[in-house]
């Protein structure tokens, strides 16, 4: 008869416990040996640009990592530099980030959640990568702001639109410059009012998912303060091709208002259909019937053809702009790629220049002290005036420009025309606002 | 009771132009399948690579060069380059944007040559390899030639969509409402979609009228019925299934040149149309060619009046998964699907 303690419950406990702390993920446990995860140690910084570069968003894709490139280049002190002359921080040196040569890694978001997480972890696990940024979709955003976080590297979002990405998914790890659905809304309503008359009737396509929901919520909401009418909003599938079925029941309906809360091929299909069924011919009540995109990309416009000439939108910045940081981007990035920037192209260099000049400022890679830099950081001269990367939710507030379809295009980049720049503090809200609720940014995570 | 008709109409006719275009890509699959015995996974692709004809013929025909303009400038500030079409210089402007206005309907003829080669060079260089393998390997080859045609398109075309628009006499809609006496603006519909309605209709009688009224067509109908007793009255039966499987690939490309101007052509055009398309031939019957044109008419009318918003009020969510609906009835009621004859894949 042994005298020994161990039962097989606790032999299997404890197998349970030391297997489990083996599996554990290395992001999770690289921290014992740095002082944070992928503390870059030799004479070079590794940064992760994950960009749809397979699916339907890989132009935008492609045009955010020409972005990076430039980007990289200007940090390293190659290139006329860019927005660095104009960026407001003088922070920044030319000699890479805090000395160390900036290099990259890629990766494909393939514009899929999972895809893009995996690809994120990849660069960080495998290739040390101490920042990611990127993407074009808001789903995609806010999965890999929460792989950032867990993983303990701060993560500069590329191109996403939807109120949650700094609303009820916002995290410590995470940074928006892209503006986002409510500040589409407060800057185009006004306009719309102004342009349309204040007593329209709104019908609403949207496309069903998280940025469509925020989008429309949005686009409601304001334009309803201004005393429009909502008629109907019907939800489309994220897989629609021809939205005929869904606008020929705009036509039995009172409204003289098309909004088309889509994007990419959703947007260029639903409008190339509610121009092909002669809305824009449309005379309801004596009033022309209006369509409009509140989110318009240069890049996805160009597949709507001439059916984006008058369209009013909103966008977060266009290279028509002539601002000098505007101006210093486009001869950079035109000079070099031969044609303009796009805007998912300015809001990743912005984001990439913004990551280094706090990380030079904070003088440390570490994520909390990158993230500390970074917020309430008040900075100009990178194209959208005055901006402030506001810390209650690590969402940057600038100026928002109202677009139209230009009429009548120059060339084959010169497809919008900006109306309005609408002044940063009118589409400026409370951190606790209704539709940004229900989330916290938690704690910062270094590894 | 006016604004219920005046509803069903409109996703009548909504339902008329996607139907045409399930019916003619099912038409091509169900000749495929019934001739050759291949369940072809890269249809749609033929679909897709028939629109890009139509792209890439506008492109063709809007070539142009160059002269710099030194009264404007570019978005640098450099003198700006002016591009004039070599068909406007060499046919004057007004004759060749009027070629350049055409260039969909001009691809027609453009794309059959095409399509007849691509279909060739499919069935002799990969599918003719798969006709003894199992219907799973033919599916994974079909739909691995299916990817790597995409994102060819994808590599030389991008990943955006490409507006490639009617001819101007064809823009606009036709107000259906004041013939039939409702409201003007009411029942309104584009000219094109009715063009695309009448094509599909042609294209459809003909392949009808060519297997049932030549000596060609009727070889192959024995063929496609028992092609051993055929093979032994020596009749070369293979060589006819190639230039059946030309003939199918043409039918998709057609399919998809005409549909260009409806939706801005992308690489992904094939893929969307693929999974319903064979939806349309399983519920019209394996091997049925009037069973895939019901079909494709039916289901596309169907998808067009589940996506009305009283009928979405009530069932959400329905135009998302009608078409799979429907086709769970009616194989459980007509398991061989509506048209399906006895024998064909029961073996």
Redesign the interface.
Known sequence: MSNSNLTRRGVLKSGAVAGAGVALPTIFTASSAAAYTNEPTGGTVTLGFNVPQSGPYADEGADELRAYQLAVEHLNGEGDAGMMNTFSSKALKGNGILGKKVEFVTGDTQTKSDAARASAKSMIEKDGAVMITGGSSSGVAVAVQGLCQEAGVIFMAGLTHSNDTTGKDKKANGFRHFFNAYMSGAALAPVLAARYGADRKAYHLTADYTWGWTQEESIVAATEALGWETVNTVKTPLAATDFSSYITPILQTDADVLVLNHYGGNMVNSLTNAVQFGLREKQVNGRNFEIVVPLFSRLMARGAGENIKGILGSTNWHWSLTDAGSAAFVKSFGTKYGFPPSQAAHTTYCQTLLYADACERAGTFNPCGVAEALEGFEFDGLGNGKTLYRADDHQCFKDVLVVKGKDNPTSEFDLLEVVEITPVDQVTYDPNHPMFAGGALGECNAG | MV?TM??IL??IL??L??GSAYALIALGLTLIFGTLGVVNFAHGALFMIGAFCAVTLQRLLSLSFETVDPT?T???GNP?KIKTPYIESWLGPETGAAIIDWSVPLAILFSIPIMLFVGYVMERGLIKHFYKRPHADQILVTFGLAIVLQ?LV?HYY??????T?APDAFK??FDFGVVLGFDP??????Y??MVYFAFAAVIIGAVFAFLQFTTFGMVVRAGMADRETVGLLGINIDKRFTIMFGIAAAVAGLAGVMYAP???P?Y??GM?FLVLSFVVVVVGGMGSLPGAVLAGFMLGIL??FA???WI?DILPGI??IIIYLVAIIILLARPRGLMGRKGVMED
């Not at chain 2, 991008?158 to 507006?163: D, L």
């Open positions: 604004g005046d509803a409109l996703q909504n339902g132009d996607k404007k570019d978005f640098l700006a994102e994808k991008g990943a955006n969509p490409i507006p628009g606009g809609s603006n009411l029942i309104i519909y584009p094109w979609r409806i939706n801005s992308n992904h055009m969307d998808e067009s996506s009305m918003n979405k135009d998302q």
